[in-house]
T-cell receptor, first 111, second 112 residues
Framework: RKEVEQDPGPFNVPEGATVAFNCTYS??????FFWYRQDCRKEPKLLMS???SGNEDGRFTAQLNRASQYISLLIRDSKLSDSATYLC????????????FGKGTSLLVTP | DTAVSQTPKYLVTQMGNDKSIKCEQN?????MYWYKQDSKKFLKIMFS???????INETVPNRFSPKSPDKAHLNLHINSLELGDSAVYFC???????????FGPGTRLTVL
């Protein structure tokens, strides 16, 4: 299993839809996880940290399943401004210093 | 106030040249990183420094040399640039290693 794997998409959804992304990881010892958002030609920005079973922030919910080693990100009531690439991030199994970034899942929200 | 800044934002140069990218963070963080994002958008760690000491050095050609004069700065020098070096280079910092990372705006390097 790769360090971090994500479905690249693209996910094309209409405004108001609910969309979910999954991410699987190989480092079973990982304790902290992150979802970053990257807009076109911009830097990645932290969306959510996930330290326990899950985290919710407004329309965004991240869930962690340690047994199956996957993390999900749920976006409710999608907005046009949610269009971006969502990066799943997991600590590197060889070094706790590094974070491994998934290749990202592309989301396009359409009117 | 920019938390993590990089200069230059764009860099266009010829093969074989030597160039440097500078990074500064004003967050008081201990750890800084350099990432490369290629044309396929994959973000890959290159180096990491913790309190001016190198802690991560991934498989990167030795034409790439990071330098950290103090913990707020991590510069990247690239010798003998090649076409394959064309990418966006992101600097990042975190409070401590493994913590949430904050990224600079990126430097888009094009080697002709």
């Amino acid at each position: 299993r790769k360090e971090v794997e994500q479905d690249p998409g693209p996910f094309n959804v209409p405004e108001g839809a609910t969309v979910a992304f999954n991410c699987t990881y190989s480092n079973s010892a990982s304790q902290s996880f992150f979802w970053y958002r990257q807009d076109c030609r911009k830097e990645p920005k932290l969306l959510m940290s996930v330290y326990s079973s899950g985290n919710e922030d407004g329309r965004f919910t991240a869930q962690l399943n340690r047994a199956s080693q996957y993390i999900s990100l749920l976006i409710r009531d999608s907005k046009l401004s949610d269009s971006a690439t969502y990066l799943c991030v997991v600590p590197n199994s060889n070094s706790g210093y590094a974070l491994n970034f998934g290749k990202g899942t592309s989301l396009l929200v359409t009117p | 106030d920019t938390a993590v800044s990089q200069t230059p934002k764009y860099l266009v140069t010829q093969m074989g040249n030597d160039k440097s990218i500078k990074c500064e963070q004003n967050l008081g963080h201990d750890t800084m990183y350099w990432y490369k994002q290629d044309s396929k958008k994959f973000l890959k760690i290159m180096f990491s420094y913790n309190n001016k000491e190198l802690i991560i050095n991934e498989t990167v050609p030795n034409r790439f040399s990071p330098k950290s004069p103090d913990k707020a700065h991590l510069n990247l020098h690239i010798n003998s640039l090649e076409l394959g070096d064309s990418a966006v280079y992101f600097c990042a910092s975190s409070r401590t290693s493994g913590d949430t990372q904050y990224f600079g705006p990126g430097t888009r390097l094009t080697v002709l």
